[in-house]
């Protein structure tokens, strides 16, 4: 069984920071991506940022130079810094990881529950 938990959601002006951070727990052997997607009201979940267990990092166009996505391998954790937020940013966030498990022996992504991210204007 593999848990994902989210916090550090919450609500914030426009041009503030925000710092979401997601813990993964349970028969873990390895987590070889992590990262986060979000999905405002009516709109698919889309990728926000990525990180490989090398440290490789992908953004979106929207968020480059803005978010900064950080994991801690050892701990199992990933992070989303989210500065110069925008009302645009408003969306539930959900944390992905590609986890190889031990029991079962197996690969699949799993997801968070997903934690609010509200930048009012």
């Known amino acids: 069984q593999v848990q994902l938990v989210e916090s550090g959601g919450g609500l914030v002006q426009a041009g503030g920071s925000l710092r979401l951070s997601c813990a993964a727990s349970g028969s873990i052997f390895r987590i070889n991506r992590m990262g986060w997607y979000r999905q405002a009201p009516g709109e698919q979940r889309d990728l926000v940022a990525a990180i490989t267990i090398g440290g490789t990092t992908n953004y979106a166009d929207s968020v480059k130079g803005r978010f900064t996505i950080s994991r801690d391998n050892a701990k199992n954790t990933v992070n989303l810094q989210m500065n110069n937020l925008k009302p645009e940013d408003t969306a539930v966030y959900y944390c992905?990881?590609?986890?190889?498990?031990?029991?079962?022996?197996?690969?699949?992504?799993?997801w968070g529950q997903g934690t609010q991210v509200t930048v009012s204007s």
């Open positions: 992905n990881a590609l986890i190889h498990t031990i029991i079962p022996l197996a690969e699949r992504h799993y």
